[in-house]
Structures are given as C-alpha cells and as structure tokens.
C-alpha cells in the first residue's frame, strides 16, 4: 500500500468582497429648501420672541388709543376716528399703523439675522459644500422670510381685531366685530397689504446689509441706524435748507427720503389715518401740508417700492452668488 504525501496546503477558494452600492444624493429643490428654512426659523426661540415683541407694540399703540378714547369726549361721534362708518375699520387700523413702526425694525432684524447669522457661524460653508445651489437656496430663505413676514402682519391684525372689542368697556356704543362689512374688510386688507411690502422691503435692508458684511449685527446695527437716521435727517435738513436761504435742504429732502422704502404704505390706508401720520411715524414719504401729512401719487410709490426692491435684492443675489463664502 502506497503512502501518498497529503498537499502541504489546499488551495483556497477566492472570497468574493460585497459591494456597497453608490448612492446618488441629488441636491434639494426649492420646495425642500423653503421647507427647511421655515423649520430652523420654527424653531428659534428669538423669532418667537420677536413675534411676542411685535404683538407687544400692537398692544402699546392700543393703549394710546385707549387713552385718546378716554380724553376725547367726541372722539365716537361722527366725523371722529372712532365713529362714523369707517369706525371699525379705523379702530383696528390704528394700532397697526402705530405698531408697524416697532415691526419695521423686527424685520430688519430677521434678515440681518436670517443671513449673517450663518456667515458668522461658518453654517454657510457646510450648507454650500453638500451641493446646494446658491440661488436656490438664497430665495428659499427669502421666501420663508416672507412667510415670517406675513405672520407678523396676521398676527398683528388679529391683535388689534381682538382689543377692538374691549372699547366697549369704555364707551357704549363703540365699534366692534359685529359691526365688520364688507367695506372695512377691503380697508383692512389694504392695511395688511402695505404693513407687508413695509416689513418686506425692510427685511431686504437688513439682509442685504447683513451679506455684504457678512455680520449679523453689522447688518442689523446699519438697518435700525437708517430707520432711525432718515427720520432724523428728514427733519434737520429743510431747517438747514432754510437757515442758509437756500432750497438744498427741500431738494436733498424730496429727493433722498420722499423717495424711500415707506413710499407705498401711506397710500394704503385709510385717510383718516394717513393724516395722521407724520416723518416720526417713518412714513417720509409724504409732504406735510398745514400740519397734514399729504402722501405721493400711487405710481410714484410703486416705482420707488421697485426701485428699493431691485437695488437690494440685486446688491444682496449677486454678492451671494458671486462672493467666495471662504474668504
């Protein structure tokens, strides 16, 4: 019997290595983009407390028109800013007109925050490098922003429709919602229309202000210096346009801040609380006649409206797209 020598080794079988598949990631649409926009800003406490604080001016200017209601025997008769036909309607557009100007600076404070946030975080570098598109991305925020804009004015007027009804624990008979038609429906839309393109195109200050310093509170500390500083200046320069006996202060006037972002508002509202307005109000775009405010013509609002719009919706997109987040 033969010994045969067993094979030092046996071949082994090569083993075969699964494959992980390769998963394509395609880049988000605007729906997704706009989605997640309005998350992060559902989500931050200060857009709350920024919401809270704008309810929080509506109530203050309630409270003076309160106060006008107890001094002024007259005021719900007839002819008067709580009677006559237009009382409802007046009675609610009031604290907004007065509450708008503490929401001109909320929303500046949005944009400045909604863009510089990210920049001084570093958050736009990682959002950038998955592949977002730019452009895409950059009118998601803005229209989530909108979105938020829109909720400050729905917010407001439902508000002000609110302590509307406790003027009767004031006077009787006073407006109410009972007393809601039609007519007042239509002014308090136009309202809500103006307070809107207000509060957008003060977003688009703060934002556009934001992206090209790439700073939150740089953009937010140049918006409110010039919501503050065109009030200021509206009224220095004709004095000065005066004292020196000259038109420059008039002409710079008329030119610089009647020409500005609050230019549709007045011709939004109502007459009787367009006359009440006046350059502290931030409605510069008007010409106080006999101690009145008198508002542009309706086109030249809505050309200066889109003008502002274009020039800070431009400067803002094309720094954006254009400008490496990295430097």
């Known amino acids: 019997m033969?010994?045969?020598?067993?094979?030092?080794?046996?071949?082994?079988?090569?083993?075969?290595?699964?494959?992980?598949?390769?998963?394509?990631?395609?880049?988000?649409?605007?729906?997704?983009?706009?989605?997640?926009?309005?998350?992060?800003?559902?989500?931050?406490?200060?857009?709350?407390?920024?919401?809270?604080l704008d309810l929080a001016f509506v109530f203050a200017a309630w409270c003076v028109l309160v106060f006008y209601a107890m001094k002024t025997h007259d005021g719900f008769q007839p002819g008067h800013l709580l009677g006559g036909a237009n009382a409802l309607s007046q009675s609610i557009g009031q604290p907004m007109t007065l509450g708008r100007r503490g929401g001109e600076f909320i929303a500046v404070a949005l944009g400045g925050l909604a863009f510089g946030g990210e920049f001084s975080s570093g958050a736009i570098r990682l959002i950038l490098s998955r592949g977002v598109n730019r452009?895409?991305?950059?009118?998601?925020?803005?229209?989530?922003?909108?979105?938020?804009?829109?909720?400050?004015?729905?917010?407001?007027?439902?508000?002000?429709?609110?302590?509307?009804?406790?003027?009767?624990?004031?006077?009787?008979?006073?407006?109410?919602?009972?007393?809601?038609?039609?007519?007042?429906?239509?002014?308090?839309?136009?309202?809500?229309l103006g307070t809107l393109e207000n509060f957008l195109l003060c977003l688009l200050l703060g934002a556009a202000l934001s992206i090209i310093a790439r700073s939150a509170a740089f953009g937010i500390a140049a918006g409110f210096g010039y919501l503050i500083g065109e009030d200021i200046a509206a009224q220095i320069l004709p004095v000065i346009g005066k004292s020196i006996h000259l038109s420059l202060g008039n002409q710079i006037n008329n030119?610089?801040?009647?020409?500005?972002?609050?230019?549709?508002?007045?011709?939004?509202?109502?007459?009787?609380?367009?006359?009440?307005?006046?350059?502290?109000?931030?409605?510069?775009?008007?010409?106080?006649?006999?101690?009145?405010?008198?508002?542009?013509s309706l086109?030249?609002?809505?050309?200066?409206?889109?003008?502002?719009?274009?020039?800070?919706?431009?400067?803002?997109?094309?720094l954006f797209i254009k400008r490496d987040v990295l430097q």
């Open 2 to 52: 033969s010994q045969a020598a067993w094979p030092a080794q046996l071949p082994s079988t090569p083993q075969v290595q699964p494959t992980i598949p390769v998963i394509q990631l395609r880049p988000a649409n605007l729906w997704q983009l706009t989605r997640n926009e309005l998350y992060k800003l559902y989500k931050r406490r200060l857009v709350w407390g920024l919401l809270i």
């Open 135 to 192: 452009s895409w991305y950059l009118l998601a925020k803005y229209i989530a922003l909108a979105i938020a804009c829109l909720a400050l004015v729905i917010a407001g007027l439902l508000m002000s429709m609110i302590l509307t009804n406790f003027l009767l624990l004031i006077h009787q008979p006073a407006p109410t919602l009972l007393n809601l038609d039609g007519h007042t429906i239509v002014a308090l839309f136009g309202i809500c």
């Open 255 to 296: 030119l610089l801040f009647t020409t500005n972002i609050n230019a549709f508002y007045a011709n939004t509202l109502p007459v009787a609380l367009a006359r009440g307005l006046d350059q502290l109000d931030g409605v510069i775009a008007c010409s106080p006649v006999n101690k009145e405010c008198v508002p542009v």
């Open 299 to 318: 086109g030249q609002a809505l050309m200066v409206t889109l003008i502002w719009a274009l020039i800070l919706g431009g400067v803002s997109t094309y």
